[in-house]
């Protein structure tokens, strides 16, 4: 099982900067890949950013250069620097990993953090 945890999320102004935290446990932190992920009013969720068990990173194409995606595997932490955020940017984000339980994977997600971003 794991159990994950979102905070840093707010009320910002366009141009401003955010960092995301997620606590993790339950699960040995360092194995996991994690992922970010963003849902918006009325949109789909989608994928912003994701971090693998040895540190390679990827992101969506609206987050290249304005995003960064890291971890802290000693306190079983992942985290997302969002610069320059837009008012597109505005949607609850989400924390997501997966495990494998008893030979099948399962999806653990966290509770959400809003981050609303004004003109």
């Known amino acids: 099982q794991v159990q994950l945890v979102e905070s840093g999320g707010g009320l910002v102004q366009a141009g401003a900067s955010l960092r995301l935290s997620c606590q993790a446990s339950g699960a040995i932190f360092s194995t996991l890949d994690l992922h970010w992920y963003r849902q918006a009013p009325g949109k789909q969720r989608e994928l912003v950013a994701s971090i693998t068990s040895g540190s390679r990173s990827n992101y969506a194409d609206f987050a290249k250069g304005r995003f960064t995606i890291s971890r802290e595997n000693a306190i079983s932490r992942l985290y997302l620097q969002m610069g320059n955020l837009k008012p597109e940017d505005t949607a609850v984000y989400y924390c997501?990993?997966?495990?494998?339980?008893?030979?099948?994977?399962?999806?653990?997600w966290g509770q959400g953090t809003q981050v609303t971003v004004s003109a």
């Open positions: 997501y990993t997966r495990l494998k339980v008893y030979a099948n994977w399962r999806d653990f």
